[in-house]
């Protein structure tokens, strides 16, 4: 069977929506009071601020004291002196801080004398030509002469007899120098025999005439050094 009662007659339908409603209103009200705070008006001061008229004071005039103007200053004298100075100043002489004529060339002679030194391998500005590297770039023209002078050391090399039947091996520091025309000069060597330093100096004399270096487009002396190992097999 149907029920004869429609859904929207129904009372209990929000009970519980307007009870919780209700608790929090109650809750609200009581919060309310409890934090309700009264004050004792008669424990209250009011004072009042009392104005009198002291601005309106009287300010007494003073007086300007008028100051004379100064005195005309004294006429000059019609008749002038001309007093002489005989006393004698003494003339301060400056010297000139310009470069003579001939200090300039000194200069120069000094430069031409540091040209005139020795120029080490490493910082020459151009390195001298072995022949064969001529045509090499000159980026690659420190690296063709070193290997042409580990080839000529290679191919003139030889083993002293003396040394070989007493065993003695070991390195031999060479120095040359390769003068202004090219040639090798200076040869001095250091080692651990003196057949082997003879060997090394022989090999050193044996090397071609060369194109010198140059600095600042000069042809300068250069000074070179190179090891020689003496190993016996």
Known sequence: ???KKSPKSDLTKNTKLY????????VFVSWRLIEWKTYDKSAIDIDTLNIQDDDDEEVPLTEQLKTPPPPPPPPAPEIIEVVEDEEEVEETVIESTE???????????????DLDADVPFAIIEDVPLFPG???????????CFQDKIQRHIA???RYPEIAQEMGIQGRV?????????GSITGIQSRGPDKNLEKEANRIISKLPKMIPGKQRGRAVRVPFSIPINFRLQ
């Open 173 to 181: 520091h060479v120095q040359f120098i390769i003068s202004k025309d």
């Open 155 to 157: 191919k003139n090399f």
């Open 99 to 113: 470069t003579t004529q001939e200090e300039v060339i000194e200069d120069v002679e000094v430069l031409e004398e």
């Open 133 to 143: 590297c001529e045509n090499v770039k000159k980026s690659e023209r420190r690296k």
């Open 1 to 3: 069977m149907q029920s």
């Open 19 to 26: 009870f919780a409603i209700g608790l929090c209103l109650m």
